[in-house]
């Protein structure tokens, strides 16, 4: 592989910025949490961008458990908007503020 | 021009876009179908790195599993309405992608000053990869990993009993503030629950 590792991750880090950006800019529930997945998927590809770097496999198993726990956090998460459009019929951020001061 | 030189600027740039239009889109739909373009993208470098494993876990429980979950939700709470174009912060959105882009040149400044442009052992595949990918990162998750890996499965278990507990319909006792601001509301109004 000739590419420099550089690349990759700095490939990364523009789709971790764009999901940060997502977050804070979109006001669909759904989306920001797409936004999420972005980032999750950002630090995947560092993590086995550096695995490669260092020539060992640990930084793949971290990419692994990483899926695993990014899969146990969707569940988890849509179960959650779902509960929250069940009582606000709505998926905007904006209208879940019962705990705004 | 190597041939991961070629793939990797093919599938750079579609990643990019891919992920901008998950942001862009109005309908959840495309923002979702759009998000599944970007995680093919990172299944592709997955390959180019040395990690067909996870290439093949990438594409089945993101590209599918999650993204089906995904799906099913929209569908399930409708999309049809637009989405409100109100800012209730000022500036919000500018100042958002401002800090988006100080953050990816932050982190471009502290890679070029770390690892440069270091390309890593040549013979990953035949020293790191021996007798195939899965097999190497079996060796490395049963034998240094095994108790991270037990806890995950805790972790999933622990993970489907909330989901059901979360989805399920049933009758719950009204806490006092909401009794409070149905009374004040009258019925009807207030929040439903």
Do not use: C
């Amino acid at each position: 592989m000739r590419t420099p590792i550089s690349y990759f991750v700095a490939l990364s880090a523009i789709l971790f910025a764009i999901g940060t950006v997502g977050v804070l800019v979109r006001k669909n529930a759904l989306v920001i949490f797409m936004s999420v997945e972005l980032q999750l998927n950002a630090v995947n590809l560092a993590l086995v961008a550096f695995s490669r770097m260092h020539g060992n496999l640990t930084g793949q198993v971290l990419a692994f458990l990483s899926m695993v726990v990014a899969a146990a956090e969707v569940v988890v998460g849509l179960a959650i908007i779902v509960n929250v459009y069940r009582r606000l019929h709505s998926a905007n951020v904006d209208d879940a503020s019962l705990l705004r001061w | 021009m190597a041939p991961d030189h070629i793939v990797f600027w093919v599938f750079a740039p579609i990643s990019v876009g891919s992920a901008v239009a998950v942001l862009v889109q109005r309908n959840a739909v495309h923002s979702a179908l759009f998000l599944i373009v970007n995680f093919f993208t990172l299944a592709v470098f997955y390959l180019v790195l040395g990690a067909p494993f996870l290439f093949a876990v990438q594409i089945i429980v993101y590209a599918g599993a999650i993204m089906v979950l995904f799906l099913f939700v929209i569908m399930l709470l409708g999309v049809d309405r637009d989405e409100s174009l109100v800012e209730r912060l000022r500036g919000q959105r500018p100042m958002a992608i401002l800090l988006g882009l100080g953050l990816a040149a932050e982190v471009f400044v502290t890679v070029r000053a770390s690892i440069g442009l270091a390309r890593g052992p040549a013979d990953f595949d035949q020293v790191v990869n021996e007798g195939g990918n899965a097999e190497a990162l079996s060796r490395v998750l049963f034998r240094d990993y095994f108790l991270p890996f037990e806890v995950t499965s805790i972790l999933l278990i622990v993970a489907a009993v909330a989901a059901m507990v979360l989805a399920q319909e049933r009758e719950r006792a009204r806490t006092r503030a909401e009794a409070e601001a149905f009374q004040v509301a009258g019925p009807g109004g207030g929040v439903r629950t």
